[in-house]
């Protein structure tokens, strides 16, 4: 068996037997190079430290920090109380309204588990209240929160651009339209299942115009914010770390001077968890970075490259084949880590063959967050079911209606590119 195999059985396997993901990145990638002669084991600190040394990546502490503040608050609920006055007085209006608070929210937070987190915390007690069932209760936000990271801002679209040096701004533009299409598509796999099990509405009449407004007007200081940082890229006004920086200072400004919920303990627990956080993702990228660097030594990107082309050399067929690799490796691997192995190499492959940086970048972003709910890892699953305290197999009955709309919406913005680029090429 080769190098290849080998480094990602050993991989795979302690993920199973229930290792640490960044613990079986590591030890895989030391066991290669201590068996084999084509690196040094000194390579070590200086490719773990080349993999975080980038001042695009500096900005990541920033939006985390922003989004810290902004949660620490009744953000959370503001944006819940809008998107019920606009979509609550539907049928099933508690399950859509999750899904529509993921898409504002998702401009305030920008990562999987923190949105997942943070809705499943306040909806699914809710919606169980109101009579929901807890799968459902459970799907709906796990597969809501994907949208998260790909509406800007996104941490991971600044990590595949600092590792294929693509532009965060077209990045982040070019995920904004294909994330509104999944999430009026997972309103509508929802809205299948509500009207199958009999939900009812969850405000007894539509809102009037004048709540809308107010609603609106409470949550719409929080959600300008990704606004501005996107303009800011767009323009060239600022760069990703100084929209970072900027994102910060709203953050302090609409919590703390218009919102009046910041509190010196507030803010130090905002600190102590964006800390965290960073480390978390500085030491993935880290000892991930090592990994790729004996896929590269193997020439990893050239073996792929090859068996691709043996399949098909037509460049939306190659993305396709790519969208299922990262889906199936999606399922035992986490997205972060995932994403700094596979970037590089698919980047040059897809270059290769004509595919547009862009859209490429979107569709791997897209179908990692898929692999988040698919068995048998399933994280956002097990986040909420922790939540809701329900075995994960009880959410198998349906899950399986939710991955396939996800999935169809990956091969829409596959077949249709202009989806993802249109936005990045009026800019």
């Known amino acids: 068996m080769g190098v290849i195999p080998i480094l990602f059985v050993i991989m795979l396997f302690l993920i199973f037997i229930g290792v640490p993901i960044v613990y079986s990145v590591g030890i895989s990638a030391i066991w290669i190079i201590i068996n084999n002669d084509f690196v040094n084991l000194t390579i070590l600190p200086s490719r773990m430290f080349k993999g975080i040394d980038s001042v695009t990546l500096a900005s990541i502490p920033f939006f985390l920090l922003a989004a810290e503040l902004l ?34 929210f998702s401009g305030v937070q920008g990562t999987v588990t923190a949105d997942s987190a943070a809705i499943g915390g306040l909806l699914i007690p809710a919606m169980k209240e109101d009579g929901y069932d807890d799968d459902l209760s459970v799907v709906v936000t796990a597969t809501s929160s994907c949208i998260g ?35 009026v ?18 405000r007894q009449k539509r809102a009037s115009f004048k709540e809308i ?3 609106f007007i409470q949550s719409s200081p929080a959600m ?22 900027l994102a910060c200072l709203s953050a302090l400004i609409i919590s703390g001077l218009i919102y009046r919920e910041l509190t010196i303990v507030k803010i130090i627990d905002a600190l102590k968890s964006t800390l965290y956080s960073t480390t978390v993702i500085l030491l993935i990228i880290s000892i991930t970075t090592v990994f790729s660097e004996i896929l590269v030594r193997q020439f990893f ?22 969208a299922v690799i990262v889906f199936i490796l999606g399922m035992a691997i986490d997205t972060n880590p995932l994403l700094v192995m596979l970037a590089a190499p698919l980047y040059k492959v897809g270059t290769f063959v004509g595919i547009d940086p862009i859209q490429l970048g979107v569709v791997l972003v ?3 967050l898929i ?30 209606s939710y991955l396939l709309v996800m999935m169809l919406i990956v091969f829409l913005v596959i077949l249709f590119p202009s989806i993802i680029t249109w936005l990045p090429s009026i800019s």
């Not at 303009?231 to 970072?244: C, D, K, M, Q, R």
């Open 371 to 400: 692999g988040t709910i698919s068995p048998p890892v399933s994280l956002l699953v097990c986040i909420n079911c922790g939540i809701a305290k329900i075995p994960v197999s009880r959410t198998y009955r349906i899950i399986w």
């Open 224 to 245: 300008i914010v990704p606004l501005f940082i996107v303009l800011g890229l767009v323009f060239g006004v600022v760069t990703p770390t100084e929209s970072g920086i």
């Open 149 to 183: 990271p790909i509406i800007p801002p996104s941490v991971l679209m600044i990590i595949y651009a600092i590792l294929t040096e693509t532009s965060v701004a077209d990045l982040f533009i070019g995920g904004a339209i294909p994330g509104v299409i999944l999430g």
């Open 213 to 215: 407004i107010t609603s």
């Open 185 to 202: 598509a997972l309103m509508g796999i929802t809205h299948y299942w509500v009207m199958k099990r009999g939900y009812q509405p969850y």
């Open 71 to 104: 949660s620490k608050g009744s953000i959370i609920k503001r944006i819940i109380n809008f998107s019920s006055s606009l979509i609550g007085h539907l049928k099933g209006g508690l399950a859509h309204v999750n899904i529509l608070a993921s898409i504002f």
């Open 301 to 322: 990107a050239q073996k792929l490259t090859g068996f691709i082309l043996s399949i098909t050399n037509n460049p939306t067929g190659i993305l396709f084949l790519m």
């Open 366 to 368: 897209m179908t990692a």
